[in-house]
Each structure stands twice: as C-alpha cells, then as structure tokens.
C-alpha cells in the first residue's frame, strides 16, 4: 500500500488542523493505521491508531482529548483531526499502515513522506 499525507501547514497556538492520508489498494479496509510524529532532535513517536474496521482507536497520552483519528474506508482515507494546538506539537507528521493494531513503529511496515505541523505562539 502507498501512503500519502496531507494537511500540514503553519498555526498559530490554540489553533487546528485536519491531517489525511490517503492510501492506494484496494485492501486499505483491511490494514491498522497509525500517525507518528518526529519534531527536531528526537525519535519519532506514537500519536494515535485505528483498527481497520475504524472501532477502536488509541493515543498518546500527549494528545488524548485534542487529537481525533477517523478513517473512510470508502475513500481510502484516515484523518488526524487536532485541535487546541500547543508548540510542543510541532513536528513532521507520519501516518502509516501495519497489519496489526499497534503503538509501536516497528509494527508499521507503510509509511508515507510525512507533512510538517508547525505552531507558533
């Protein structure tokens, strides 16, 4: 599967952006996706996850009740919805698809080129 992200963009603190990620196939239905993040100087990590049917999702404590993952399988699509930006959540933004429903990034065999998050104050 190819992945391709979007969305990115400068914003001002407080402010909100919607990621997408759209995948080629036609077995996007059937694949766990994930977003990551890498900012300047550190390792890439977990921002949230889907399962495949769009059921249950997950994420990282930094992000919990900001951030919304969605998915439209008829689309091909997943969606990073954040909302009440800080600086901190300034990064390069991953999404990626794995086989399994993980937090980990060695579980994500798919990855797209990643779209730069910056929020200033």
């Known amino acids: 599967v190819q992945l391709q992200a979007s969305g990115g963009g400068l914003v001002q603190t407080g402010g909100s952006l919607r990621l997408s990620c759209a995948a080629s196939g036609r077995t996007f239905s059937s694949y766990g996706m994930g977003w990551f993040r890498q900012a300047p100087g550190k390792e890439r990590e977990f921002v949230s996850s889907i399962t495949p049917s769009g059921a249950s999702t997950s994420y990282a404590d930094s992000v919990k009740g900001r951030f919304t993952i969605s998915r439209d399988n008829t689309k091909n699509t997943v969606y990073l919805q954040m909302n009440s930006l800080e600086s901190e959540d300034t990064a390069v933004y991953y999404c990626?698809?794995?086989?399994?429903?993980?937090?980990?990034?060695?579980?994500?065999?798919?990855w797209g080129q990643g779209t730069l998050v910056t929020v200033s104050s």
């Open positions: 990626a698809a794995s086989t399994y429903w993980s937090r980990y990034t060695s579980s994500y065999g798919y």
